[in-house]
T-cell receptor
Framework: DAGVIQSPRHEVTEMGQEVTLRCKPI?????LFWYRQTMMRGLELLIYFNNNVPIDDSGMPEDRFSAKMPNASFSTLKIQPSEPRDSAVYFC????????????FGSGTRLTVV | GNSVTQMEGPVTLSEEAFLTINCTYT??????LFWYVQYPGEGLQLLLK?????DKGSNKGFEATYRKETTSFHLEKGSVQVSDSAVYFC???????????FGKGTRLSVIA
């Protein structure tokens, strides 16, 4: 398996533009997680899915953020409109359980909003 | 709620020095504890874990013991190498049914 695949690796966009981040989880993993990493706040859980259904989106910062998982092999995190404070590294991870240490992380998308 | 507190970094050590990175936690129920490592430009990788009190997790020369009495899970290595330079994250899940909660990470730099 190629692991968790995220795209793009880097994204630079102007304030106000729509940004879409993509993730392909490991086949057979029932859970998918989106995390945001910043220097100030560390790793924050934004949302997670179980069998393609969103379970907890309480970490999504505001209505500008949305996430979908239309099937078991694909998820998107969208920011519309983007703002400079959204600049961060966004990680996707997948797992067979919610905890248990079986998380496999993607390499992340470094987002810069100018 | 669940939370993890790690020692502030960065930590700079000479090669072959002894490493300790402190981690304490607050959790409901019976948490499982983890250390993840993040190398530059990469995602996090599981380094070791412990699922019950007094368990010791170990991998690649790193060790951590689950201390329920002190709510701690300190990471140790007897002799660090330059290749150990990375950011280390302590994390927990409460009763295995909640998503991982991470500490803020501790950056380790090992110089030759």
């Amino acid at each position: 398996d190629a692991g968790v695949i995220q795209s793009p690796r880097h994204e630079v966009t102007e304030m106000g533009q729509e940004v879409t981040l993509r993730c392909k989880p490991i086949s057979g993993h029932d859970y998918l997680f989106w995390y945001r990493q910043t220097m100030m706040r560390g790793l924050e859980l934004l949302i997670y899915f179980n069998n393609n259904v969103p379970i907890d989106d309480s970490g999504m910062p505001e209505d500008r953020f949305s996430a979908k998982m239309p099937n078991a092999s694909f998820s998107t995190l969208k920011i519309q409109p983007s703002e400079p404070r959204d600049s961060a590294v966004y990680f996707c991870a997948s797992s067979q359980t919610t905890g248990g240490g079986g998380y496999t992380f993607g390499s992340g998308t470094r987002l810069t909003v100018v | 709620g669940n939370s993890v507190t790690q020692m502030e970094g960065p930590v700079t050590l000479s090669e072959e020095a002894f490493l300790t990175i402190n981690c304490t936690y607050t959790a409901t129920g019976y948490p499982s504890l983890f250390w993840y490592v993040q190398y530059p430009g990469e995602g996090l990788q599981l380094l070791l874990k412990a699922t019950k009190a007094d368990d010791k997790g170990s991998n690649k020369g790193f060790e951590a013991t689950y201390r329920k009495e002190t709510t701690s899970f300190h990471l140790e290595k007897g002799s660090v190498q330059v290749s150990d330079s990375a950011v280390y994250f302590c994390a927990l899940t409460s009763s295995g049914n909640t998503p991982l909660v991470f500490g803020k990470g501790t950056r380790l730099s090992v110089i030759a």
